[in-house]
């Protein structure tokens, strides 16, 4: 069982930036894919970000490419989403993942895991 805790939500304004940490409790932690997922009011949860547990592979939704960056330190068992130039549309709940593959999934039903996410609020 792998239990995800996030944290580093907030309200920012347009521009600003935040960074998200994920913490998790599994001993094998270098082993998962490691993604964050979000989900906006009224919206099916949605890809951001995911990582191969080498760190060398990374995978990123189009519209934060450029913006977000993924990354992980498997001594810390914690894995990172920092934000930059955020827009009013990154406004949603944040959910980290995670999922013991050899390969990178995009997909919500691939990953066995979830924290209980944590709350980004992009002003305009």
């Known amino acids: 069982q792998v239990q995800l805790v996030e944290s580093g939500g907030g309200l920012v304004q347009a521009g600003g930036s935040l960074r998200l940490s994920c913490a998790a409790s599994?001993?094998?932690?270098?082993?998962?894919?490691m993604a964050w997922f979000r989900q906006a009011p009224g919206k099916e949860r949605e890809f951001v970000a995911a990582i191969h547990w080498s760190a060398g592979i990374t995978s990123y939704e189009d519209s934060v490419k450029g913006r977000f960056t993924i990354s992980r330190d498997n001594a810390k068992n914690t894995v990172y989403l920092q934000m930059n130039n955020l827009e009013p549309e990154d406004t949603a709940v944040y959910f980290c993942?995670?999922?013991?593959?050899?390969?990178?999934?995009?997909?919500?039903?691939?990953?066995?895991?979830w924290g209980q996410g944590t709350q980004v609020t992009v002003s305009s």
């Open positions: 993942a995670a999922d013991r593959s050899a390969i990178i999934q995009r997909k919500e039903m691939d990953y066995n895991y």
């Open positions: 599994a001993r094998t932690f270098n082993f998962y894919i």
